[in-house]
């Protein structure tokens, strides 16, 4: 039944496209369906607008544009009247059927909007925002956090409980992030723009160095709850 097709969702340049048109579709899997969104509009233009509102540069991440992606998934896929959709890596696999990771959406709190997996490690620690050669500066900006941590009950402590998320895998429910008040976008700014507020006062070259990983993890910080 339509409960067992996988509908992969490939967003591609037409060289990709021609890929896996070739080397995919030709192998006529009966419970596959595929459909192809350019990489372009769904990636490169909105990351354009979503650097210049920042005025960062594109990271030095291998992963280029594409690094960026998931957070411009919700307005492209949602207007094609998707109810939820998950957003895999190329370099993941999978060693189990994946109806046990769409069935996490059932398990996501009353607020939540997005699922993915935790980190091994701090996410802080994956960045190298503090240059090695300077670990007394390193010391007092973590001095200083925490200090802020304990004078304002904890605004932070979430980072504290929590190593962070990996952007290998991300759930997203694109009918709740409808839903989000004013826009998906509206509160994904606000609450990029209040870690940046804080972020800076201890850190004033902070930058996404992680891309869109460093972005919901920023948003999770301010917004635990989605």
Not at 19 to 31: I, K
Not at 60 to 80: E, N, P, Q, T
Not at 138 to 144: E, L
């Amino acid at each position: 039944g339509s409960s067992n097709i996988v509908h992969l969702h490939l967003i591609v340049d037409t060289a990709g496209q021609q890929f896996f048109e070739r080397e995919l579709l030709s192998l006529n899997v009966s419970c596959l369906r595929v459909s192809f969104h350019a990489f372009d509009s769904v990636c490169k233009l909105p990351n354009e607008a979503f650097l210049a509102k920042y005025n960062w540069q594109l990271s030095a991440h291998y992963s280029g544009v594409a690094g960026y992606c998931r957070i411009y998934l919700f307005d492209w896929f949602h207007k094609l009247g998707i109810d939820s959709i998950i957003a895999i890596e190329s370099d993941q696999l999978f060693v189990q059927d994946v109806s046990k990771l769409w069935a996490e959406f059932a398990r996501f709190g009353k607020d939540a909007v997005m699922g993915l997996p935790e980190l091994y490690k701090p996410w802080r620690e994956g960045r190298s925002t503090v240059p090695a050669a300077d670990p007394a500066g390193a010391a007092r900006r973590i001095a200083a956090r925490n200090i802020e941590d304990d004078e304002q009950g904890g605004t932070r402590a979430y980072r504290r409980r929590h190593n962070g998320y990996i952007g290998g895998i991300v759930m997203l429910n694109l009918t709740r992030m409808s839903a989000l008040a004013p826009s998906w976008d509206g509160v994904m700014h606000a609450s990029l723009d209040t870690f940046l507020a804080k972020e800076w006062q201890t850190d004033p070259d902070w930058t996404l160095e992680m891309n869109d990983q460093d972005v919901i993890n920023a948003m999770a910080e301010v917004r635990p709850e989605l």
